[in-house]
């Protein structure tokens, strides 16, 4: 699974809400565009060392997050968020250049998740189907 690739996109967040019913995040950024981004999917592409791990390779494959919420936004700064998840991860900082990549790419990445799990034999959820 590749570890998106952060660019410097110059875009800044206008908005950004938390659907707890959903399970999804909504971002607006100052070029107007509007996503909507699963918890699972923000889970499984966490920027922090825990699931990227510390160079290229290390990644650990997130197995079982379909169920995953967000619980809290919390700013960092003028350049980031941190989001915290009811299976209890927190460490992972969301820059805006790093949302607006997953987002944009989102469609890509979350094929190339996908893909890594049939290839590791691994269903997406615990009973094996997919939703």
């Given at each position: 699974?590749?570890?998106?690739?952060?660019?410097?996109?110059?875009?800044?967040?206008?908005?950004?809400?938390l659907?707890?019913?959903?399970?999804?995040?909504?971002?607006?950024?100052?070029?107007?565009?509007?996503?909507?981004?699963?918890?699972?999917?923000?889970?499984?592409?966490?920027?922090?060392?825990?699931?990227?791990?510390?160079?290229?390779?290390?990644?650990?494959?997130?197995?079982?997050?379909?169920?995953?919420?967000?619980?809290?936004?919390?700013?960092?700064?003028?350049?980031a968020?941190?989001?915290?998840?009811d299976?209890?991860?927190c460490t992972?900082?969301?820059?805006?250049?790093l949302?607006?990549?997953l987002?944009?790419?989102?469609e890509?990445?979350?094929?190339?998740?996908?893909?890594?799990?049939?290839?590791?034999?691994?269903?997406?959820?615990?009973?094996?189907?997919?939703e």
């Open positions: 699974m590749r570890r998106p690739y952060r660019t410097a996109t110059e875009r800044t967040p206008t908005d950004i809400r659907h707890r019913r959903a399970r999804m995040l909504e971002v607006w950024f100052d070029d107007g565009s509007r996503f909507e981004l699963a918890a699972e999917y923000l889970r499984v592409y966490s920027p922090s060392a825990e699931v990227r791990g510390h160079g290229p390779g290390e990644q650990i494959l997130q197995l079982g997050k379909e169920k995953v919420a967000i619980t809290a936004i919390e700013p960092v700064g003028q350049y968020v941190k989001l915290l998840f299976d209890g991860h992972g900082l969301y820059s805006w250049a949302l607006y990549d987002a944009t790419n989102k890509h990445y979350w094929q190339a998740y996908l893909e890594a799990l049939e290839q590791a034999g691994c269903p997406r959820d615990a009973t094996g189907k997919e």
